[in-house]
């Protein structure tokens, strides 16, 4: 399994802010993605982190607001742009381990973002 | 993009009880994976499937990917109260090194009764 350290693990923003977000992982991984819970409801994938270039974004989602980083195959980073109270989520990091036919998705305890 | 339902939303159980959750999708993936979310905590991973009728377990867990490659169960035997929390499907189109993003179901919440 991969273990995924994220920071911060909560925080409180002012509107208008930003705020990025850490994810280091314990060992080289394939595949990592970013996605949002909102309370109470399931996780929607963000984007994909992709090593050395732009991040892959879903419907909806936005590099001017979301922007990623992925410089190396253990980090990442996401910058939740210009905070409105709408973005107040837990934002979770994903990495993933791939076999030849296998493949596990692994999550970092997530950071839960309020914005006032 | 693909919808996964998943049921049922909720459970209420006493100690001691089986529990099944499924999940069915409209299309046909390569990867089942199932998920426990405890308050305040990223998912942690429970079971990992590959094939289509395979079954697998993990201690009291176990889930099968459905012959159709459209559902997946999972079922708990002898429930005991930490098996409280949200219980997430997820599924890919791919498998391996092109396993891709996930589908989420809306998760099972359970509660179980000492």
């Known amino acids: 399994s991969a273990v995924i350290s994220q920071k911060p693990s909560r925080d409180i923003c002012q509107r208008g802010t930003s705020l990025t977000i850490q994810c280091q992982v314990d060992?080289?991984?394939?595949?990592m993605f970013w996605y949002r819970q909102q309370p109470g409801q399931s996780l929607t994938l963000i984007a994909t982190?992709?090593?050395?270039?732009?991040?892959?974004?879903e419907s909806g989602f936005v590099i001017d607001k979301f922007p990623i980083s992925r410089p190396n195959l253990t980090f990442s980073t996401l910058t939740v742009s210009n905070m409105s109270p709408e973005d107040s989520s837990i934002y979770l990091c994903?990495?993933?381990?791939?076999?030849?036919?296998?493949?596990?998705?692994?999550f970092g305890e997530g950071s839960r973002l309020t914005v006032l | 993009g693909q919808q996964l339902n998943q049921s049922p939303q909720s459970m209420f159980i006493q100690e001691g009880e089986d529990v099944s959750m499924n999940c069915t999708s409209s299309?046909?993936?390569?990867?089942w994976l199932w998920y426990k979310q405890d308050p305040g905590e990223g998912p942690v991973l429970l079971i990992a499937?590959?094939?289509?009728?395979e079954l697998t377990s993990n201690g009291r867990l176990t889930a099968q990917f459905g012959i159709t490659r459209k559902d997946s169960f999972l079922n708990i035997s002898a429930s005991i109260p930490s098996d409280v929390g949200i219980y997430f499907c997820?599924?890919?189109?791919?498998?391996?090194?092109?396993?891709?993003?996930?589908?989420f179901g809306r998760g099972t919440q359970l509660t179980v009764w000492p």
């Open positions: 499937l590959y094939k289509a009728g």
């Open positions: 299309s046909i993936f390569n990867t």
């Open positions: 982190a992709n090593q050395g270039s732009e991040a892959t974004y």
């Open positions: 060992s080289q991984v394939t595949m």
């Open positions: 994903s990495a993933g381990l791939a076999g030849e036919n296998t493949g596990e998705l692994f």
């Open positions: 997820a599924g890919s189109t791919g498998r391996g090194s092109t396993l891709g993003r996930l589908y």
